[in-house]
T-cell receptor, first 113, second 113 residues
Framework: AQSVTQLDSHVSVSEGTPVLLRCNYS??????LFWYVQHPNKGLQLLLK??????LVKGINGFEAEFKKSETSFHLTKPSAHMSDAAEYFC???????????FGKGTMLLVSP | EPEVTQTPSHQVTQMGQEVILRCVPI?????FYWYRQILGQKVEFLVS????????KSEIFDDQFSVERPDGSNFTLKIRSTKLEDSAMYFC???????????FGPGTRLTVT
């Protein structure tokens, strides 16, 4: 069985300040981990993925995440928030391959000017 | 850039009615999925489909649900007799053979009254 816990339902930052969205996972096997973003009225877009290669993963729009097995964490970071980053972010886990995705509850990122 | 499309964007139906939600996956993708998100809750896996058959389904996907790929391009989710608790956002996703990334559509919001 696998599960994901997103520790914050909402995160508020000012434009230009760093972003940290926290995610912890539980998986019986070596997991694949993803971050998806959902802008209002849009589909889920993949930001980045970890699939047992490098533990520091770079994604689109300046986001990155680090897989830490000892802490069972996969936190998402960005050095400097932009207004367009305001959206809902989902941490997702799956077994390797084409297996189903298990989603966290999501974190709403609010960016103020 | 190719994308997954879903129609309609919003469907309102009365309890007990049948609904069909439609998805057009990306054309060279071979794996297809349905997920749903009840308002305020996690995105949940419903079913995966490969090679014209269901490969995996969740407990949610009971006899009221069925999926079909009727014509080689569409991928449909049918709910035979809708209940109030079927009200949710339904997401379709697809993946290609050599990449585990699932590409999501914008979703169909189903409202059962």
């Amino acid at each position: 069985a696998q599960s994901v816990t997103q520790l914050d339902s909402h995160v508020s930052v000012s434009e230009g300040t760093p972003v940290l969205l926290r995610c912890n996972y539980s998986s019986s096997y070596s997991p694949s981990l993803f971050w998806y973003v959902q802008h209002p009225n849009k589909g889920l877009q993949l930001l980045l993925k970890y699939t047992s290669a490098a533990t520091l993963v770079k994604g689109i729009n300046g986001f990155e995440a680090e897989f830490k097995k000892s802490e069972t964490s996969f936190h998402l970071t960005k050095p400097s928030a932009h207004m367009s980053d305001a959206a809902e972010y989902f941490c997702v886990v799956s077994l390797e391959g084409y297996s189903t995705l298990t989603f966290g509850k999501g974190t709403m990122l609010l960016v103020s000017p | 850039e190719p994308e997954v499309t879903q129609t309609p964007s919003h469907q309102v139906t009365q309890m007990g009615q049948e609904v069909i939600l439609r998805c057009v996956p990306i054309s060279n993708h071979l794996y297809f999925y349905w997920y749903r998100q009840i308002l305020g809750q996690k995105v949940e896996f419903l079913v995966s489909f490969y090679n014209n058959e269901i490969s995996e389904k969740s407990e949610i996907f009971d006899d009221q649900f069925s999926v079909e790929r009727p014509d080689g391009s569409n991928f449909t989710l049918k709910i035979r007799s809708t209940k109030l608790e079927d009200s949710a956002m339904y997401f379709c996703a697809s993946a290609k053979l050599d990449d585990y990334e699932q590409y999501f559509g914008p979703g169909t919001r189903l409202t059962v009254t």
